[in-house]
């Protein structure tokens, strides 16, 4: 028997008016992000429960009108049109509409009536309306306009009861609303080009196939019908044109009058614009140099925060890791299976699992300024200096995104409708530090650039200045990349400030939830074969040395109380001696020893260089890399607290020649390599992705990674002279 | 008499001005009617400079000089 599809509701709205508020109101804990956390660029899909009906719900991207410019706006008609193949085509569509905002939010809906499907208004933010002193008479604009309109408040789940109840009338009894004409001379030419592409294609993409001038509709449907079909397109418009119509206004104004017309008597305006929260707050925020200020205030304690907050969860996580090694290990005999699952799975996974903490307060951190509407003031201060980078202010959401992930962070670059500007902010995105390398970072910070010895302001200067190598290259790439391969001209840059308001508590917590949860599977599956693959290459060829270095610490542990301090130190040094033997003759080792002149100008001994090697696939797989290599068997039982960590180990180790393996310049230029170098596999992935060719992704490793060596290899130079 | 028409960029932060003409690519005349800047609609300079910050109906919109130039309004007395 075939399943009985369930129906399908679709949600769209422009962005800023709750529409992802309301689609976790609706959907609850049932729903299915997209593949990345990150800003709403992914279709999301849930389900919907009505009395004893279940409904599939798809949230589109938020989008100001249906007139495919942009990627986004393009999976909006595709989906309500009913032409993406992976989704069936919706049976109603709930239009969220910013009563505060009603005309403008109007325009879009015209669009979806224009489709041809069944649409609900959900009027949201009434309460916003009202404080505003604006009126709305809810049930004589829904006669006029056709449709059911159902007033709700998204973030106090208000209204949802009626909502639920609306779309189960309209599933009942589906009839669609009135919609805007276009003059007889414009419909005939529609049906004129209509007649080349046959009835298949739906007139809604043939009328955008002549408003839209260099549109999406011109791209597809002249890529399937060819020359011919845009040659009689601009016959056409040509012949509109000289019939006293002009494309670029002629829609607005159809839509915009008959707005006018349908909510006339339906609106009743203050006489005096009320000063709102949002006009307060702007005048401090988005003044220039006072909201500057209070830009850089703001990011430097973000850092400061996750630096200091966040520490104490790791502590916990660290400890959790720590007994179950000593569990496993204690419980097994030796040989390479125990090996395998203390030295490779369990420490590999803890130390990527620690940094669990500070991934889920930095993206917290993030979803609230982006909910509480201040991301969008960021980007109008920041405009200016991207204009000079040749970006533009949407730029930068893409760009600070990326300091939590490149993954979200390139694919939020969909916001940006001008392709080259696009593709610059995708290229230069990964430079910007993400939480990947907090890792890398937080570990040698805290191993060589200590509180203790450095004063309590070190570590997050530290930090802050790894955040501004990103910051500064990023952009001044950008500039070099606009004006050689990218070159062409500025683009306009328009986007709208939220009202300011309260952040969601749900959206926040979902948002890092999804964040931590994300990073959890890369660290389970990608990154712990490529750790496994580590290990193995770290233990084979294994020799004897297993054996010996069994015997040896058992002979010491026999011997322990009747020798002398000096005695028991030179064994463990000959047991820690027989250990970089074994590494140094692994098969990791030959590579790394093959790779070392290459890395010997950056400060790096092998090891360093090989576990940079061995963290292609993901940064963070330096850490658990550097835990094999480094953090075995310093066992020293009065300070086995203080070595457990892996950053004590690190401050241990020495080359054969005794001289130590890092010191502050070997550690900053480490930091600087990692800040620049593009080690992660997923983000050349998403790269290839969005820009649909392999030459991209290339591209961004190799000039990273040259970057990462120069970065370095100066830090290092410089580094040595003081 | 009416005043003067001028670009959008020259007016004063916090004065209100009537969009009279908005010229430039299509794509971007339309992108904008559709955020509501259009023939007719009243807007407020709420920041001078590039990019500025504009009040139009209920929202507010950051815009760009080289973009504000080609929009040119008629100053309304408020």
């Not at chain 1, 930068?396 to 696009?422: H, K, Q, Y």
């Amino acid at each position: 028997m075939m399943a009985v599809r369930n129906p399908t509701i679709a949600l769209v709205g422009n962005p800023n008016t709750g529409k992802t508020t309301l689609f976790n109101a609706l959907a609850g804990m049932n729903q299915r992000v997209g593949n990345y956390p990150g800003v709403t660029v992914e279709t999301k899909k849930g389900k919907l429960h009505i009395a004893d009906r279940t409904l599939d719900l798809i949230d589109l991207p938020g989008t100001y009108s249906l007139a495919p410019r942009s990627p986004d706006e393009m999976v909006a008609v595709d989906v309500i049109l009913g032409n993406n193949p992976s989704e069936p085509r919706p049976d109603v569509v709930v239009t969220i509409v910013d009563a505060s905002n009603l005309e403008r939010n109007l325009y879009l809906m015209t669009q979806v009536l224009e489709l041809g499907v069944p649409v609900i208004i959900a009027l949201n933010m009434v309460d916003v309306a009202r404080s505003q002193g604006l009126k709305i008479d809810v049930d004589r604009l829904s006669q006029q306009l056709g449709v059911p309109i159902v007033p709700i408040q998204a973030n106090r789940g208000v209204g949802l009861d009626a909502l639920k109840s609306a779309i189960a009338r309209v599933l009942e009894s589906p009839a669609c609303g009135r919609c805007p004409a276009f003059p007889d001379a414009f419909e005939h030419e529609v049906a004129t080009l209509q007649a080349c592409t046959g009835p298949t294609e739906p007139v809604y993409l043939i009328r955008r196939l002549v408003l839209d001038v260099g549109g999406y509709a011109e791209k597809r449907l002249g890529a399937k019908y060819g020359a011919d079909l845009i040659d009689k397109m601009h016959a056409a418009r040509q012949r509109l044109v000289q019939a006293g119509f002009t494309l670029a206004g002629i829609e607005a104004r159809i839509r915009y009058a008959w707005i006018r017309k349908m909510t006339a008597g339906c609106i009743e305006r203050p006489v005096e614009r009320v000063v709102s929260w949002t006009d307060r707050l702007d005048k401090v925020l988005t003044h220039r140099i006072l909201g500057t200020l209070i830009f850089l205030a703001v990011m430097f304690l973000v850092f400061e925060t996750i630096f200091v907050v966040a520490d104490p969860f790791m502590g916990w996580i660290k400890l959790g890791v720590g007994w179950i090694e000593e569990t496993v290990a204690s419980a097994m005999a030796a040989g390479p299976l125990r090996s395998l699952l203390v030295e490779g799975v369990i420490r590999g996974v803890g130390a990527v699992v620690v940094f669990i903490p500070q991934i889920v307060f930095l993206f917290a951190i993030i979803a609230v300024l982006e909910d509480c509407g201040y991301m969008a003031r960021a980007a109008f201060l920041m405009d200016r200096l991207m204009a000079r980078a040749g970006l533009n202010g949407k730029s930068f959401i893409p760009l600070l995104s990326s300091m939590a992930c490149a993954v979200p962070g390139i694919m939020s670059a969909r916001v940006i409708e001008n392709p080259r500007d696009r593709l610059a902010t995708i290229l230069v995105a990964p430079l910007m530090s993400c939480s990947a390398r907090l890792p890398v970072y937080s570990l040698l910070v805290a191993a060589f650039l200590p509180i203790e010895e450095y004063g309590w302001f070190v570590p997050g200067l530290v930090f802050f200045s790894l955040y501004l190598i990103g910051i500064i290259l990023a952009p001044a790439l950008a500039f070099v990349l606009k004006s050689t391969l990218l070159r062409g001209e500025t683009p306009v840059f328009v986007m709208e400030m939220p009202l300011y308001k309260m952040p969601s508590a749900y959206t926040v917590l979902r948002r890092s939830f999804d964040a931590g949860r994300m990073f959890l599977k890369r660290a389970g599956t990608m990154i712990l074969a490529s750790m496994i693959l580590v290990w193995a290459a770290l233990y084979f060829p294994s020799g004897d040395f297993a054996s010996r270095i069994e015997t040896a610490t058992q002979r010491l542990e026999g011997q322990r109380d009747e020798l002398d301090e000096e005695s028991i130190a030179a064994q463990e040094k000959k047991i820690n001696e027989l250990r970089s033997e074994w590494k140094a003759q692994s098969l990791l080792g030959q590579v790394g020893k093959w790779i070392e002149p290459a890395v010997e100008p950056l400060g790096w001994d092998w090891r360093i260089g090989m576990a940079a090697l061995a963290s292609f696939p993901a940064r963070e797989v330096m850490v658990g890399t550097l835990g094999i290599i480094f953090g075995e068997g310093e066992g020293d039982a009065g300070e086995e607290e203080y070595r457990r960590t892996l950053g004590g180990a690190l401050r241990e180790a020495r080359r054969p020649d005794g001289r130590a393996v890092f010191s502050v310049p070997v550690a900053l230029s480490v930091l600087v390599f990692f800040a620049l170098c593009c080690q992660c596999v997923s983000t050349l992935v998403v790269i290839k992705r969005e820009t649909n060719t392999w030459r991209w992704p290339i591209f961004t490793f190799v000039y990273m990674t040259a970057l990462a060596y120069v970065g370095a290899f100066l830090t290092y130079q410089i580094g040595c002279l003081f | 008499m009416l005043p003067e028409l001028m670009p959008l960029e020259y007016l004063h932060a916090g004065q209100w001005a009537d969009v009279a003409e908005v010229s430039g690519e299509p794509g971007w005349v339309s992108r904008l009617a559709e955020m509501g800047v259009r023939i007719g609609s009243r807007v407020r300079v709420v920041q001078g400079g590039s990019p500025c910050l504009l009040q139009i109906g209920d929202s507010r919109l950051s815009l760009r000089g080289d973009w504000a130039m080609q929009i040119l309004v008629r100053p309304v007395a408020c």
